[in-house]
């Protein structure tokens, strides 16, 4: 028996949670041992579940996240525990797998304060029980390895993916005006500062960034006030998968100038719907030589990258749409199966 750990799935899922929801899906089709622990048993029709309180799903903020750490601790069992986030349940009995994405709140320990304290004072020290982590980049192992003192052998990458249903290329072409999109940006290290610092240089683009923080959407709007750039600049909330598809399909290119990413999943899925990207060498591994490259700090940079994209987009997006074909979530899911095959 896996015991599937999807607590860190909410009603709207995003980042980690989109993730889980697809992994643990496509493992549910390929193996018939896999049992589902979650407070939300909507989001996995016809699987065998063990159902968790509802006060734990992430919807429920600092608390919830808490309140799992606890309750992870309640855990008995002698199967195999996968989990596809971060964090160790110390009285299973069996073998555990678990994912750690990323070290970002060791990175930035002054915007992931919780996080961090997991990280160092519960992760680090009882991580040796784990029999195994899955992170999602070869530079995410790096820094895990580094962190964490763990032998290389005990970690292993697996790349995520995209819906493919949901982000495929359409007929609409961009819009016009064209406007550049950003995906996430809750803190500050997804760095849309160096975009906004750009768009007096490119006057006929706007710049709409979907999913804000709300205090790093205010240091964005204020910068965008003091350079003059306001009224094209729109802060989006969260938006339902379909709809962010189609703003990628009509915008002119994604752009994606964050300072360190796991992986970068919004680069897959703008390639994926015939958009362009933009980002910096912190989504080299997502997007290869598929995508273009401007500094995290220069301006210019993204303004010269915008200008190149001008006369050569329809090569970027061929490319994007060619290297998109690499990735799957059968075959992230099928990888991880293997994975936990060992332990049983």
């Known amino acids: 028996m896996i015991l599937a750990d999807t607590l860190i799935v909410g009603p709207r899922p995003f980042g980690i949670g989109v993730y889980t929801l697809n992994v643990v899906k496509e493992l549910l089709r390929i193996r018939d041992d896999v049992v589902v622990l979650t407070h939300t048993p909507e989001l996995f029709p016809g699987a065998r579940k063990v159902k968790a309180p509802p006060h734990l799903s ?173 009224q094209r600049v729109a802060l989006l909330p969260y938006r339902e998968k379909g709809e962010l598809a189609e703003l990628y399909r009509r915008a002119f290119a994604l752009v994606f100038p964050s300072k360190y990413e796991g992986f970068g999943l919004p680069v897959l899925e703008a390639m994926a719907s015939g958009c362009p990207v933009i980002g910096t060498d912190a989504v080299a591994e997502a997007g290869g030589k598929a995508i273009l490259y401007a500094s995290q700090e220069d301006p210019l940079s993204w303004v010269r990258a915008v200008r190149r994209l001008e006369e050569e987009r329809e090569e970027y997006v061929r490319r994007g749409l060619e290297r998109v074909k690499g990735f799957s979530w059968e075959k992230t899911a099928r990888r991880i199966s293997e994975i936990l095959g060992r332990f049983q």
């Open 58 to 230: 992430p919807e429920r903020g600092k608390r919830a996240a808490l309140y799992r750490l606890v309750y992870l601790q309640t855990l008995r069992g002698k199967g195999v525990l996968y989990r596809t986030y971060h964090s160790i349940s110390l009285f299973w009995r069996g073998p555990q797998v678990i994912t750690v994405h990323d070290v970002q709140p060791v990175i930035f320990p002054e915007r992931y304060r919780e996080q961090t304290w997991l990280y160092r004072y519960f992760l680090k020290p009882f991580i040796h029980r784990v029999d195994l982590v899955i992170t999602v980049s070869q530079r995410a192992k790096v820094d895990i390895l580094e962190f964490f003192r763990l032998d290389p052998d005990r970690v292993e990458v697996v790349y995520p993916s995209y819906e493919r249903e949901v982000f495929k290329p359409g007929n609409s072409g961009f819009d016009v005006p064209p406007y550049l999109l950003m995906v996430g940006a809750v803190y500050p290290h997804k760095n849309a500062e160096v975009v906004v610092k750009a768009l007096p240089y490119i006057p006929e683009y706007s710049l709409i960034i979907v999913g804000v923080g709300e205090r790093y959407g205010e240091r964005i709007r204020e910068l965008a006030e003091r350079l003059g750039v306001s």
